[in-house]
């Protein structure tokens, strides 16, 4: 059963943009580019993007090849990840000029063929 327009949907914040309305197009590439950074806990926030990409596969083209890549960054001063000490060079700069928003913020990557 749908919850009512308005309510969130359960383990999501209230007051995320998508509460009350499906957003798409430009709004939701927007979104999906900034970092809400009210009620970030340090060492415990953590912010992940991943994008999958299908190709044809030239041996058998009932199937495809897949590549996907990992983005994330960390609200923390230092953290291990697979053996590999990762230490943030500075805080996480947002900045926000009218309808524009600026991000600037270290991270890690990688990526799967």
Same mark, same amino acid.
């Given at each position: 059963?749908?919850?009512?327009?308005?309510?969130?949907?359960?383990?999501?914040?209230?007051?995320h $943009?998508? +509460?009350?309305?499906?957003?798409?197009?430009?709004?939701?590439?927007?979104?999906?580019?900034?970092l !809400?950074?009210?009620? @970030?806990?340090?060492?415990?926030?953590?912010?992940w993007?991943?994008?999958?990409?299908?190709?044809?596969? $030239?041996? +058998?083209?009932?199937?495809?090849?897949?590549?996907?890549?990992?983005?994330?960054?960390?609200?923390? !001063?230092?953290?291990? @990840?697979?053996?590999?000490?990762?230490?943030?060079?500075?805080?996480?700069?947002r900045?926000?000029?009218?309808?524009?928003?600026?991000?600037?913020?270290?991270g890690?990557?990688?990526?799967?063929?």
């Amino acid at each position: 059963m749908a919850e009512p327009q308005g309510q969130p949907e359960e383990g999501r914040p209230r007051g995320h $943009p998508t +509460d009350a309305k499906e957003v798409m197009g430009p709004e939701a590439e927007a979104l999906m580019w900034d970092l !809400d950074l009210e009620g @970030v806990h340090k060492g415990l926030t953590w912010w992940w993007w991943w994008w999958l990409f299908f190709f044809p596969d $030239p041996d +058998d083209p009932r199937r495809t090849r897949q590549l996907m890549i990992l983005w994330s960054t960390k609200y923390t !001063d230092q953290i291990k @990840v697979d053996y590999f000490n990762w230490t943030p060079k500075g805080e996480i700069d947002r900045r926000v000029q009218g309808d524009d928003i600026d991000l600037g913020f270290n991270g890690m990557t990688a990526a799967w063929w």
